[in-house]
């Protein structure tokens, strides 16, 4: 990566604001699953080290509408934070004005502070200058290592770096070059994997792909639209009839790479099935089931498709996988991943639903990195660049 880090800026009696990635999901006031707090920490813990004057922390959470909702604090989140880093964290009720001010003058020497949601100010996803000129007047430095958020041009991952010296945090900088080298310099054979529901939302990324990989897995629900694309009836699948001549071009396009599902598991509905059973894709979908998961032959088939890669990235699952007995599929490719990354391969997992399949499955430790954004990944792997990345400091 060639923008600057932590590493490259002096932090001693500095006041340092850190735009992290604290999305997590709340229950009854208590955080759900703390994984993107751990993946802060070492960012975190190595500016306490070099001795700052505070350390303030900023981040969003969820899709509050405009305006502050108890639904959406982050207060629950300090209480996490603390515990994990074994300090005292301090809570702002606002991210910015008289209450923000108040709590970072009354922080002692080296303190962490986390202020409030961001997105509780409509300016936040406008990328607002007055809104990122109050957050920067809390900093000396300004350090970005939320990548689930760098896709995103507010004004808290990239507003805010027009008004302070900006760089990068050790999460963000592990993300971009694991999916930079993967992209750029793979071991050979690379193969990648999508899933997921709809071929519309990752067409871009089949493109960009397609012409670096060595075969590219197709399963999901976007694999449906391929078949009808080849006139199989998908029965009461979830097919997009207005990707079809897109599905059309990316098959003539992809040729012996793109990889298709040879069988699947269907259903006559998705809760409480009456009838689940696997069947022969070519045979088509009958009238009154639908394609829930991939079938036994298509796993092996991935299988052997895995067998000699190098260089494994996989975004989205292979089913739904949420609701068992759908969840086969997606777990299988979760045991491949992890038994390829036992023999030396480099496996990525990019984030979203797949980061949450291998969490489920046990299966995380297994892998060589899992990513923390889902959106910013898929932009990377589709070859944009990220806003919140290009705002920072090059490394000179």
Known sequence: MNKATIR????????????VDFNVPIDNGQVGDDTRIRAALPTIQYILEQEPRAVILMSHLGRPKGGPDPKYSLRPVAAALQNLLGREVQFAPAAVGQEAEQALASLPEGGVLLLENTRFYPGEEKNDPELARSLASLGDVYVNDAFGSAHRAHSSTVGVADYLPAVSGFLMEKEIDYLSTA?????RPFVAILGGAKVSDKIGVIEALLGKVDRLLIGGGMANTFFKAQ???????????????????LLQKGGDKLVLPVDAVIADKLDQPGETRSTEIAQGVPQGYAVYDI???TIQQFREALSDAQTIVWNGPMGVFEKPPFDQGTNAVAQILAEATERGATTIIGGGDSAAAVEEAGLADKMTHISTGGGASLEMLEGKQLPGVVALKDRS
Do not use: H, Q
Request: proline share 5%.
């Open 8 to 19: 490259d800026i002096d932090l001693k009696g500095k006041r340092v604001l850190v735009r």
């Open 183 to 187: 992209l750029e310099n793979p071991k």
């Open 231 to 249: 006139g199989i009836e998908m029965g009461n699948s979830l097919v997009e009839a207005d990707a079809l001549d897109t599905a059309r071009s």
């Open 295 to 297: 079938g036994p032959k």
